[in-house]
């Protein structure tokens, strides 16, 4: 398909990584595999002039394979592979007096924020990468592994609704698999810009799935792309882990917001567990002032730079209209929801290819094989 298309039309736009996903696109001696956040699905519609907050998870993997990405995977199960191992961290911290209360790590703005501004508190931040960077060092691990392919062949691609992927993507430690796990990052407008050079008839297009064994997910994992998500999907599993029981509603609410700080206790068993779910980093300093003076009395913390989360990050389609925005942020956010409950599996630990990823490769969360692909360390930053 790129074939036909003139490069010319494409390097006036001055799209960055996209040039080079492009080149990769075309050059037959290369793997091409891309993952897209869960954010994505519910933004990219946008730009083609389709309702905000239109789900077209289906529609975006036939674009992908349209344009010619050989193996179509996706963030949302390394979504669900992160409260894997974020829960069992979680657990152990509690469990042998660690460094408590954790944070999120998922945010890649939130954690160079720690890195820059409260280094004395970086072994708050869990150890685990985030979604994308677990996802590129699979890619070029279980990944080459399943597909026979040199590793060293493979470019990973990933679409994000944010800016701050890039940065995170190019960090010297993201390179477990021997070479950067990611390769080349997209932003959704991006994306969008390329399925349209590229002339794809985005709106008529047919679903399609991911690729199995880097693609299946559950609405747990879909969640993290708004605030509160990864704490409710950590919630989810952590709750049924510890307790072998399932929560007598899985849609924990009280921890979903997009404004300010909202905190909850929640019963595991014998376990009180106390979170904090910050929307906006703006919002992060009185917490992490409490941390700081001692007064602080919760287990676990997540940040979001952006105030709704992922949905209204950086690279999504830009909502022009000021007075529109908080409809469509909150059209995103219904989406993502939305699909979260029509999902036939919607916690973590139940995604059949996540476990099938620890029988077949990983061994258990917190492995030796995890802690060298899934999990990172942090630096001081002037
Ligand atoms: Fe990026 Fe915003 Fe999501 Fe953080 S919350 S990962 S800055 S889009």
């Not at 080079?20 to 696109?25: C, G």
């Not at 062949?153 to 993507?169: D, G, L, N, W, Y």
């Not at 709106?203 to 880097?214: F, M, T």
């Not at 708004?226 to 929560?247: C, D, F, H, S, W």
Request: aromatic content about 6%.
């Amino acid at each position: 398909l790129l074939e036909s298309v003139k490069e010319p039309l494409f390097a006036a736009h001055n799209m960055g990584h996209a040039k080079k996903v492009w080149e990769a696109l075309k050059n037959p001696a290369v793997v091409t595999m891309v993952q897209c956040a869960p954010a994505v699905r519910v933004g990219l519609a946008e730009d083609f002039g389709m309702d905000s907050g239109e789900l077209v998870d289906g529609k975006m993997v036939t674009a992908l394979r349209k344009l010619g990405f050989n193996r179509v995977y996706d963030t949302n199960f390394t979504a669900d592979l992160t409260i894997m191992e974020e829960g069992s961290e979680l657990i152990k911290r509690i469990q042998d007096n660690g460094v408590l209360p954790m944070f999120t790590s998922c945010c890649p703005a939130w954690v160079k924020f720690v890195e820059q501004e409260h280094y004395d508190l970086q072994a708050n931040l869990s150890t685990c990468k985030s979604p994308q960077q677990m996802a590129g060092a699979l890619f070029k691990t279980y990944g080459a592994q399943v597909d026979k392919t040199d590793p060293k062949k493979i470019v990973s691609v990933s679409v994000m609704p944010c800016t701050a992927k890039k940065f995170e993507a190019s960090r010297p430690e993201m390179t477990a698999s021997g070479s950067p796990d990611v390769d080349l990052v997209l932003t959704t407008r991006e994306l969008a810009n390329l399925i349209k050079h590229a002339g794809i008839d985005f709106r008529n297009l047919e679903p399609g799935q991911p690729d199995s064994v880097l693609g299946a997910y559950t609405g747990a994992g879909h969640i993290f792309g708004v605030t509160g998500g990864v704490m409710e999907a950590a919630l989810r599993t952590g709750y049924e882990l510890i307790t072998g029981k399932a929560l007598d509603d899985i849609n924990i609410v009280n921890v979903r917001h997009s404004e300010g700080i909202k905190r909850a206790t929640i019963q595991v068993g014998d376990l009180t567990v106390k979170v904090v779910v910050v929307a906006g980093l703006a919002n992060a300093a009185p917490i992490l002032e409490e941390i700081k003076n001692g007064t602080a009395d919760f287990h676990f913390v997540e940040v979001m730079a952006c105030p709704q989360g992922c949905i209204s990050g950086g690279g999504q389609p830009k909502v022009l209209l000021e007075n529109k925005r908080k409809d469509v942020y909150a059209s995103r956010m219904a989406s993502m929801y939305k699909h979260d409950k029509e999902l036939p599996l919607r916690k973590s630990h139940d995604n059949p290819e996540v476990n099938k990823l620890y029988k077949d490769f990983l061994g258990k969360p917190l492995g030796h094989k995890s802690h060298e692909l899934l999990h990172t360390h942090y630096i001081r930053r002037g």
